[in-house]
């Protein structure tokens, strides 16, 4: 793999000259807890055969050597071993932990050393060991100490979560908050983190899948903590302005940034070909798009060229009836970016999050939801989300209906999609769908950058399309006078799709429309078109100003109206595997001017779905009160039939 400029090959001697140093404090150390409360837990049971004699003698102060160690000390090789207490043999995956562990605190140790000769730490050691540390440097020592104990602590969980990944299960665990995070330096962090892996482990550890899977846990916990408490703390520039690349893990370090191997996802599901999705032209014509726009993506660069340029989608919320095809978009577009991913050898990865997330225990939702954030996220692979009938996993907030766990997963994903921290790269895209949008958290719908209608089959010979599909082969009725799937032809649908737009289609904003055209004439000027808005905003509050940048980013996009031609997909050396500023160059060719049609249409498109959930929403509104006041009315009758 080659290196980008702002990574640094971290040698392999100076990660091995560690393992001595790492390999103690696996075996036993004393520690004392500042924070946690130790957990009544018994020491692990250690054989004195040759197998446990020491090769290494402690160089490093505060280690103490089995010898010495009292019996209330950390010794993690033995309690690993014990994870399987019926078994005195070390099993693969005990085995495998140990070595996982070992090597995670060795380039721990290799990153502290090179941040302690960079950040000028280590110049102030010296001093200090000698006895001629400036006083009015001791403020800076004490600052730098801590520093290089968080990014330490950091790379010890990343490197451990990297390095365990490949030997993860379906089992998973539990462990709560990491509590015993010291930063006085380095050695005493990483004690005070080995002394609570240790209490997670002899609590969880029972066998080994769940010995794995607390180790892992418990790195993510850890990341975790590390990188909020590293929100505040000063001189970490020097570890967090560089990257270490650790080669014979594949292994990236970007300050506190999780490390992730881009590992694609086995997709079991059935990919439809775009011919098969009858009707939905303009849904259909945007998945093919976006599915062409994510190639684009540099993993170099960590970038998309169209999120730069503007016009990369994001997030969008595909609604309709039930039956109208959103199940086979979502399989179309999953199998288009598998099918290009396969050719450029690019990682895909597909999720799907679902009601199975939603948990009873306060919290699992909210981390079910930001695990299936963060994995589509990653950087390191292609991702695409999808969040199937989102109205019942999300909670709308005001709603007695909604459970603490969907309120939960709307908190994380109103976060993810459109919170502060929020960075769109262009690896990835997450998309919405729903057969009563009407129902998801307006603020949450409003996230949706694009709309994708999903309205299925529409007209007569989308009709006929449709069935001759589904029919199969199987018989010998004649299809009659009819051209086979040249209404799917998908530029002249999108056209007439988009045609369709240039006046609203709902009766509430078309009457909008009707009142703009006649007090300002043709919407031909941004102070009309903003007028028209305006406008829009007074017949319905929530349209605002989230909804104005949904529709400009959805202009953009089409300023972006032209499909990657097939052939960079097939052969990745005319366009996926170019440089950056090359694709970004060779995409701006292509790129088409904005017109005032274009905006009209994208306003509408954008409203109507609004003006559409607010009928819906109010509907089911008016109905549900119908039934109660029917409700009322009977439970009188009876109640005064009872009475006579």
């Known amino acids: ?70 019996p209330e000390g950390v010794h993690l090789v033995a309690r690993i071993a014990a994870a399987d207490a019926d078994d005195p043999l070390t099993s693969p995956l005990q085995a495998t932990a140990q070595h996982v562990l070992r090597r995670a605190l060795a380039v721990a140790l290799a990153v502290g050393e090179a941040y302690s000769e960079v950040s000028g730490l280590a110049e102030l050691k010296r ?51 990491v509590e015993e995070l010291l930063s006085d330096n380095a050695q005493l962090a990483l004690h005070g983190a080995l002394w609570e892996l240790d209490q997670k482990l002899a609590q969880y ?118 039956g109208t095809g959103k199940t ?56 695409f989300g999808t969040i199937d009938d989102i109205d019942q996993l999300a909670g ?41 949008p009407e129902n998801v958290d307006d603020a949450l719908r409003q996230r949706a950058g694009a709309r994708f209608l999903v309205d299925g089959p529409q007209s007569r010979e989308d009709y006929i399309d449709i069935l001759s599909l589904l029919m199969g082969k199987n018989h010998s009725i004649p299809l009659g006078e009819h051209e086979p799937f040249a209404a799917q032809e998908i530029k002249a649908a999108v056209a007439r799709s988009f045609e369709a737009h240039a006046k609203p289609q709902e009766p509430g904003l078309l009457e909008v429309f009707d009142r703009a055209a006649s007090q300002i004439g043709g919407l031909d000027t941004i102070a009309k078109l903003g007028s028209y808005l305006k406008m829009i905003q007074a017949a319905d509050a929530r349209f605002t100003g989230r909804a104005i940048k949904n529709i400009t980013d959805a202009v953009k996009v089409r300023a972006m109206d032209f499909e990657l ?31 005032v049609d274009m905006v009209i249409q994208e306003i509408n498109r954008y409203a109507d779905s609004e003006f559409r959930y607010a009928d819906k929403s109010d509907e089911v509104a008016i109905d549900t009160m119908v039934r109660d006041f029917g409700r009322q009315e009977e439970a009188k009758r009876r109640y005064l039939e009872g009475k006579e």
Request: glycine letters at 8%; aromatic letters at 8%; proline letters at 4%.
């Open 205 to 322: 550890a029972a066998e080994d899948a769940a010995l794995i899977a607390t180790v892992a846990a418990f790195a993510e916990q850890l990341m975790e903590k590390v990188s909020l408490r590293a929100q505040n703390a000063p001189r970490l520039a020097p570890f967090t302005d560089a990257a270490w690349h650790v080669a014979a893990d594949d292994l990236t370090l970007r300050g506190f940034e999780p490390a992730a191997k881009g590992k694609s996802t086995t997709l079991t599901m059935s990919f439809k070909k775009p011919h098969e999705v009858v009707g939905n032209h303009i849904a259909k014509y945007q998945a093919l798009r976006l599915s062409k726009m994510l190639m684009a993506y540099d993993f170099e660069r960590r970038l998309n060229p169209f999120a730069e340029l503007g016009g990369f989608i994001f997030t969008f919320m595909g609604d309709g009836k039930p």
């Open 396 to 436: 709308k907030r005001g709603d007695r209906q909604s459970s603490a766990g969907q309120l939960e997963i709307t908190a994380v994903l109103m976060e993810s999609f459109g919170g502060a921290n929020t960075v769109v790269r262009g690896n990835c895209t997450f998309g919405m769908f729903s057969n009563y």
């Open 1 to 70: 793999m080659s290196l980008t400029s702002d990574q640094m090959e971290l040698r392999e001697e100076d990660i091995r000259k560690h393992y001595g140093a790492a390999a103690l404090m696996l075996e036993g150390f004393d520690h004392t807890p500042r924070i946690a409360q130790a957990q009544a837990v018994a020491a692990p049971e250690r054989s004195a055969g040759l197998g446990t004699r020491r090769r290494f003698r402690s160089t490093t102060p505060g280690l103490v050597t089995r010898s010495t160690a009292r």
């Open 127 to 177: 001093a200090n060991l000698a006895g001629s540390l400036d006083g009015g440097r001791k403020r800076e020592f004490g600052e730098l100490l801590a520093a290089e104990a968080l990014a330490v602590l950091h790379v010890f969980a990343n490197a451990t979560a990297y390095l365990l990944a490949p030997h993860a299960s379906e089992v998973q665990v539990e462990v709560g908050d």
């Open 328 to 383: 086979t978009l979502i399989q179309m577009m999953a199998g288009l970016v598998h099918d290009y991913c396969q050719v450029a050898g690019y990682p895909f990865r597909y999720q799907n999050l679902s009601t199975d997330n939603i948990d009873s225990y306060q919290g699992k939702s909210g981390q079910n939801a930001k695990a299936f954030i963060n994995s589509i996220l990653d950087p390191t692979a292609i991702g």
């Open 565 to 595: 031609p097939d052939d960079w997909m097939e052969n990745p050396e005319l366009f996926l595997f170019r440089d950056y500023d090359t694709k970004k160059a060779m995409i701006e060719e292509l790129r088409v001017p904005i017109t």
